[in-house]
Each structure stands twice: as C-alpha cells, then as structure tokens.
C-alpha cells in the first residue's frame, strides 16, 4: 500500500504564497506520474499540476506562471509552490500518483484558503 502524506497548507492572504509537500511511503522511481489536485466545495476535482517520472510537466492553465511543481528524489518528496493567491485557489488540495504497476493513489488532501 503506498501512503502519501500531504503539508504545508493554511490560511494566507491574497497576492500570498505557500508550499506544499507531498511525502510518498516508496520511492519516486516507481511513479510514472505524480500530481496535485484540487477540490474546491461545490466544484469538481480538478488536477492542478503534474510530473511524469521523465520530468514532463503539466499545469492547469490558471496555474500556469504562479504555481510550480517540483520533486525531491532523495526525500520520496514532491511539492507545490503557490504563488499570487487568489481567492479563487481556495480548495483542498491533494497529491496523486500513478504507479508503474497501474494503481492510482491519493492523499488524505491539505486545505489551502486564501482570504484577507
């Protein structure tokens, strides 16, 4: 069972920025992809960034430019960095990976509302 323990969300102003963290229980190399999604009440899941195992990356078109997504092989870790908030990026926020063997697993989400 592959568990992965998402961080570092909370209550920031407009214009502010967090980083997320997103620790996987096995390696990275046994991803093909990883990824954050989001959830915001009353919206659909919606994925917000992704990295393939071959470094492909791949953004929501709002995130693009203000959100940056990056990975830590040594620390089984892959984060979200959140920039120029807006209310608009209020949601629950969740890490995802697809494993070389074909499962999909998620986090248990980190909430991120961005208010003044």
């Known amino acids: 069972q592959v568990q992965l323990v998402e961080s570092g969300g909370g209550l920031v102003q407009p214009g502010g920025s967090l980083r997320l963290s997103c620790i996987s229980s096995i390696s990275v190399f046994d991803m093909a992809i990883m990824g954050w999604y989001r959830q915001a009440p009353g919206n659909q899941r919606e994925l917000v960034a992704s990295i393939s195992r071959d470094d492909k990356l791949k953004y929501l078109d709002s995130a693009k430019g203000r959100f940056t997504i990056s990975r830590d092989n040594a620390k089984k870790t892959v984060y979200l960095d959140l920039n120029s908030l807006t209310p608009e990026d209020t949601a629950v926020y969740y890490c995802?990976?697809?494993?070389?063997?074909?499962?999909?697993?998620w986090g248990k989400g980190t909430l991120v509302t961005v208010s003044s």
């Open positions: 995802y990976a697809h494993v070389l063997w074909g499962k999909d697993y």
